[in-house]
């Protein structure tokens, strides 16, 4: 007989398949990815774009996620959870989209020239801002293996920092490897969820 | 031995329970999610369905999603008091038969 705990665990698993299908991590890894070709290039465009991936979520997940796995409304105790996660989510974004504009505006007659250190320990600082973008992912959304994704970002602008080199394409392996994950989590997805038959 | 008589024959039937079960966890679900939760074929989960749906322990809501039409089925309060009921029920008669 199922306990209280078994259907807990029951509902954390259906909550966690949606996750499955590696569209997350194709357009968090796309990002990366972009983001590291536009300074490998020096391309503002390649910049610019590198959102566009997360603008394709949604609609990627109408069209292969729900079909296959159905359509779920969870209980109070879950959506309050992802509300919060959603609402997180945003004032991380705006404290770093923030922190952007004070990097770029600099402070004239502060105690230390924020640009300029922004400008020296860059690396550090969007390896930082991009982990911890992952993790709060892994956190929030209960999906783990983001947690791997955040290493993998802010080792790759580690590795940037401490070899004096050029971060671009570190950052876009990184990103490369995020979306081959993600693929391959897709290509499974779609083997084993076949879109159920009539 | 009572609590063996006092289990809801309706629930007790394996895929009915399965249904209950994958309902539970959750607020509503449309039918692929429960075809693919419980394995049952759709013209088998819709008889089930109806079964539950007669005694009044799930309802059935047509709503959109992104514009397309879809049948949500929901336990019905009363659905979710059956199941508790159901559980209590079983642990009690599997704790009197050791």
Do not use: C
């Not at chain 2, 336990?75 to 704790?95: S, V, W």
């Amino acid at each position: 007989m199922m306990s209280e705990s078994d259907l807990r665990e029951a509902e954390r698993k259906t909550y966690l398949s949606y996750f499955e299908d590696g569209i997350a991590d194709i357009a968090g890894g796309l990002t990366i990815l972009l983001f590291g070709l536009g300074m490998v290039f020096e391309s503002s465009s390649l910049f610019i774009f590198s959102w566009l991936p997360i603008i394709l979520f949604w609609p990627l997940k109408q069209a292969i996620t729900y079909p296959r796995m159905g359509y779920v409304k969870f209980g109070p105790e879950r959506q309050r959870r992802i509300s919060r996660s959603m609402i997180l989510m945003f004032l991380a974004g705006t404290l770093s989209l923030l922190l952007g504009i004070v990097a770029f505006l600099g402070f004239e007659g502060a105690v230390f020239d924020l640009r300029d250190f922004m400008m020296e320990y860059s690396p550090l600082l969007f390896g930082t801002l991009m982990a911890m973008a992952f993790a709060l992912i892994a956190v929030l959304f209960e999906v783990r293996r983001f947690f791997g994704y955040a290493a993998l970002t802010f080792g790759a602008w580690l590795s940037a920092y401490l070899f004096d080199i050029e971060p671009g394409p570190p950052v876009a392996l990184a990103g490369g490897a995020i979306v081959l994950t993600g693929f391959a989590l897709l290509i499974s997805f779609l083997i084993k969820h076949p879109i159920p038959s009539e | 031995m009572q609590a063996i008589d006092r289990l809801d024959r309706v629930i007790h039937e394996p895929a009915r329970l399965k249904i209950m079960t994958h309902l539970y966890v959750v607020k509503s679900g449309d039918f692929v999610y429960l075809m693919r939760t419980t394995g049952l074929t759709r013209g088998n989960l819709s008889s089930h369905m109806t079964k539950l749906e007669e005694v009044g322990y799930v309802e059935v809501i047509k709503e959109f999603v992104d514009r397309k039409p879809v049948t949500m089925l929901s336990l019905t309060d009363q659905g979710r008091k059956a199941f508790l009921d159901y559980r209590k029920n079983m642990a009690l008669a599997l704790e009197g038969s050791s």
